[in-house]
């Protein structure tokens, strides 16, 4: 079993940032995906980025505004977020792969103002 706590989240004008940060209760392989998806009401939930074994990978929406970052050693992965637009705005989840599971945190929401 893999916990995840995702914190970082909060309101924040258009064109402002927000880094989000999500724990792991244990180590994740590098070699697996962890990474962060976003949902609003009424819709499916959505891939933003992960990053596994030294790669990353974005969604069209956010490349070049967001930034993924992992850190093994404390089994960590965050999400920078810059030039953030009123679009943006969801409940953000973290997720994690290990030994065949996903996991997912249980989110943290991001609002931007127009």
């Known amino acids: 079993q893999v916990q995840l706590v995702e914190s970082g989240g909060g309101l924040v004008q258009t064109g402002g940032s927000l880094r989000l940060s999500c724990a792991a209760s244990?180590?994740?392989?590098?070699?697996?995906?962890m990474g962060w998806y976003r949902q609003t009401p009424g819709s499916q939930r959505e891939f933003v980025a992960y990053?596994?074994?030294?790669?990353?990978n974005y969604a069209a929406s956010v490349k070049g505004r967001f930034t993924i970052s992992r850190d093994n050693a404390k089994n960590t992965v965050d999400l920078q977020m810059s030039s953030l637009k009123p679009e943006d705005t969801a409940i953000y989840y973290c997720?994690?792969?290990?030994?065949?599971?996903?996991?997912w945190g249980q989110g943290t929401q991001v609002t931007v103002s127009s």
């Open positions: 244990r180590s994740i392989s590098s070699n697996n995906v």
């Open positions: 990053t596994n074994t030294g790669s990353t």
């Open positions: 997720y994690a792969f290990s030994a065949g599971t996903a996991y």
